[in-house]
């Protein structure tokens, strides 16, 4: 079974892609099946997410593009800012993973939150398509951390 083990940082040319949805793009650790067919075992570092557009590179040398999978989600549509960021807040405090786009809030679909956003002045419009939500905060300076050499990483994360 083919085995990706590195992350590239540089851009180059893919030979294959992966398509997951944003759930199996937050495990390290897991079994797959390329857009080719080909079954593939990831063993990432920990705490990695895949965004689509990363590049991966497999045991016998070839560059996997990482594609985000289409998913049920919902897109709330406001106007109005003040709306919007009402709707964020409210979604936030309930620690709900969010994409944020022009005018636009995107969330794996939940009828619950749609009738909450919907009462809050929103359209909702429930689609199939690409999730790729906020990283979060803390997700670059933990990022930072991991790929300092100075070993602190750890510290920071006990």
């Known amino acids: ?90 979604l936030g405090n309930r620690h709900v993973m969010l994409q944020i786009g022009a005018n636009w809030l995107r969330y794996l679909h939940d009828h619950v939150l749609d009738d909450m956003l919907r009462g809050l002045g929103l359209t909702v419009k429930v689609e199939e398509v690409a999730f790729e939500p906020e990283a979060g905060a803390y997700a670059a300076h933990l990022h930072r951390h991991a790929s300092d050499d100075s070993g602190e990483a750890n510290q920071h994360l006990s």
């Open 1 to 90: 079974m083919l085995t990706i083990v590195q992350r590239l940082q540089e851009r180059r040319p893919a030979d294959t892609r992966l398509v997951l949805p944003y759930e199996a793009r937050c495990r390290s650790r897991q079994r797959a099946t390329l857009a080719d067919g080909q079954s593939v075992a990831i063993v990432l570092e920990r705490g990695q997410v895949l965004r689509s557009g990363d590049l991966l590179l497999a045991d016998d040398g070839r560059v996997i593009e990482v594609c985000a999978a289409p998913e049920r989600v919902s897109t709330a549509h406001g106007a109005d800012p003040r709306q919007l960021i009402r709707a964020a807040y409210h």
